[in-house]
C-alpha cells in the first residue's frame, strides 16, 4: 500500500479498498482495546475482558457501517491524528456504554442543577441555564484532544492518572493542558457576560 495522510488511509477503508480495513484493525485495534479497558478498570469497576472486546469490536464494525460514513467523518483536523481519534471514539463509547448502564441513577450533579434551578429566582435560573449552554457550546468547539481531556476530567469525574492514560500524556501534561483549557473557558465566559 502507498504511502497516505491519515485521511486518506480513512477514507481508503471506508471504500473497502483491499487491505485497508484489515491493516485498520490489525495496527489500531490493540491500542483502542487498552483504552477500553483502561477507561472500563478506572470508570466501570472490575473490567471484565468479554466486555472490552466486544465495545472494541462494536466500535469497529461502527467505523465499516454505511458505506464507513464514520471513517469518512474523521479529517483529522487541528493536527488530531487517526489514531487520537480512534482512542476518543472508543472513550465515548465505552462512557455511553457506562451511561447506559446506569441509566436508572440520575447523577448527583443533574440533581444539584435542578435543585439550585428550584432554589433561585426565575431569572437568575435562566441566566444560569444560558451560562451553562454557553460553556457546552464553548467545550464543543475545543480541539479535539482538549475535549476529551475537559470531558474526561469533568464530565466523565475520571481521575487525573487514568485520563492521562486515555490522552497518551504524562500527568504534569494533562495537568498544564486541562489549566490551559479552564483559562480559555473562564476567558470566554467573561467576554460573554457570564461572570
Request: aromatic share 8%; with cysteine.
Amino acid at each position: 500500500m502507498p504511502e497516505s495522510t491519515d485521511a486518506d488511509f480513512a477514507i481508503n477503508c471506508a471504500d473497502d479498498l483491499p487491505g485497508y480495513r484489515q491493516q485498520l484493525i490489525l495496527q489500531y485495534q490493540p491500542g483502542v482495546l487498552r483504552a477500553i479497558q483502561a477507561v472500563l478498570g478506572r470508570w466501570g469497576g472490575a473490567p471484565r475482558e468479554w466486555v472490552a472486546e466486544d465495545l472494541s469490536q462494536e466500535l469497529f464494525a461502527a467505523l465499516f457501517e454505511h458505506n464507513g460514513a464514520k471513517l469518512r467523518s474523521f479529517q483529522g483536523r487541528n493536527g488530531c491524528s487517526l489514531r487520537t481519534w480512534l482512542h476518543t471514539v472508543a472513550v465515548r463509547r465505552v462512557l455511553n456504554h457506562l451511561k447506559r448502564s446506569r441509566s436508572a441513577d440520575a447523577s448527583l450533579e443533574e440533581r444539584e442543577s435542578a435543585m439550585a434551578d428550584d432554589r433561585l429566582p426565575a431569572d437568575e435560573a435562566l441566566m444560569h441555564r444560558e451560562a451553562v449552554a454557553f460553556l457546552r457550546e464553548a467545550v464543543a468547539q475545543l480541539p479535539d484532544m482538549d475535549r476529551l481531556a475537559f470531558r474526561l476530567i469533568f464530565e466523565d469525574g475520571l481521575g487525573y492518572d487514568a485520563a492521562a492514560e486515555v490522552c497518551r500524556l504524562s500527568k504534569g501534561a494533562l495537568y498544564t493542558r486541562i489549566f490551559r483549557i479552564k483559562a480559555r473557558l473562564r476567558d470566554q465566559v467573561r467576554k460573554a457576560g457570564f461572570l
